[in-house]
């Protein structure tokens, strides 16, 4: 069986929030030649500056001299995408679910929520300090995440 | 993004234009705690992406509107930021309508 042609990049960016959007912006360049739909885009953007944000801020309390790990990579199958940082980690299990109407006024909580469903697959490391995020390319999701020939 | 603020028939209205992120979301609270109004309306027409931060923003607006005894309505969302209301059951807290002018009246 002929293996998956994987592509991968790799960054390092410091704890800024100024690089968040510059970072989603060469990943999104990066993943162009999947032509993705714009909600797809929109998805991935999202999820991935959300990452990002929690690392930097609540990993890093927004040390710009710690790197926050981003490594991004796709095949003809998926999109996977993995954010790390040097913090003690986080039990995502315990990050209050902020659809119960007592959370609904709540400040915290919606990005790990947004991630978790908007995106196929969502893997934190015992620690919770590295996140490995996928989204599919194929299967019945396949027409919405890709534009139209 | 630019916030521009405006009254029209007793509500203040905020017309969004950019987006709502974690750097931009401060400017939005900015002007609306600038007008301190019982009656809101936020229209999200020109507003392509929100994320966490925007929508803990929006959350909090609602949270001091109602606090004073006022209304606050969210108005023109794309189908996009909407189904980010929907995903965080948002759209149940916020009172949403297809237009500016849909909201203002319903909010005044």
Request: aromatic share 6%; net charge positive.
């Amino acid at each position: 069986m002929a293996k998956k042609a994987v592509r991968k990049k790799e960054f390092r960016l410091p704890s800024d929030l100024a690089e968040v959007q510059k970072a989603s912006a060469k990943v999104l360049a990066f993943l162009r030649p999947l032509s993705l739909s714009e909600a797809a885009s929109f998805d991935i953007r999202l999820c991935l500056e959300e990452a990002l944000i929690n690392a930097m801020k609540y990993g890093h309390g927004l040390r710009p001299e710690l790197e926050v790990r981003l490594a991004a990579e796709y095949d003809d199958e998926s999109i996977r995408l993995t954010i790390e940082d040097h913090g003690p980690g986080f039990d995502v299990d315990k990050v209050a679910d902020c659809t119960q109407k007592s959370n609904l006024l709540r400040g915290s909580g919606r990005g790990v929520y947004l991630i978790r469903q908007l995106m196929d697959e969502v893997e934190y490391n015992a620690k919770g300090n590295r996140l490995t995020m996928t989204k599919r390319l194929v299967g019945p999701e396949t027409k919405r995440l890709r534009k139209r020939e | 993004m630019t916030v521009k603020s405006f009254e029209k028939d007793g509500v203040a209205v905020f017309q969004v234009n950019g987006e709502i992120n974690i750097s931009t979301s401060p400017d939005l609270k900015k002007h609306f705690e600038k007008l301190a109004a019982k009656k809101v309306v936020v229209d999200l027409t020109e507003v392509g992406y929100v994320d966490s931060s925007g929508l803990a923003t929006l959350v909090e607006m609602l949270k001091k509107t109602k606090s004073q005894g006022g209304s606050l309505g969210l108005a023109g969302m794309s189908e996009k930021v909407r189904s980010l209301f929907e995903i965080t059951k948002l759209d149940k807290l916020f009172p949403i309508f297809a237009s500016q002018e849909e909201a203002v009246t319903r909010v005044k």
